[in-house]
């Protein structure tokens, strides 16, 4: 298995991986750091929809649903 870089949108449901910051080198937004997702961070996809609508993820103990834009931006390391 290979590790890779992914956007957060691209990971399966129930796939694992670790945040690795954002796409194109811009600086990690603050309210996803005040949420306690932030590098270095495990996180696990839970759910998407298709259509648009959030992003969940499981991060510690907790699940946060993220818009699809943030989800887009945020790369995550997988293996695959």
């Known amino acids: 298995m290979n590790k890779i870089q992914i956007p957060l949108t691209e990971m399966k449901t129930g796939e694992e991986g ?3 910051g954002v796409r ?3 600086k990690f937004p603050r309210r996803l750091w005040v949420l306690g997702l932030f590098p270095g961070k495990r996180i696990r996809k839970v759910s998407s929809s298709l259509v648009g609508g959030p992003v969940v993820v499981c991060c510690g103990t907790q699940e946060l649903a993220l ?4 989800a887009s ?3 995550v390391e997988v293996e695959r």
Not at 67 to 70: A, E, I, K, V
Request: aromatic residues 0%; neutral net charge.
């Open 24 to 26: 194109d080198g811009e």
């Open 18 to 20: 670790v945040v690795v």
């Open 73 to 75: 931006r945020v790369m």
């Open 67 to 70: 818009g699809r834009g943030l």
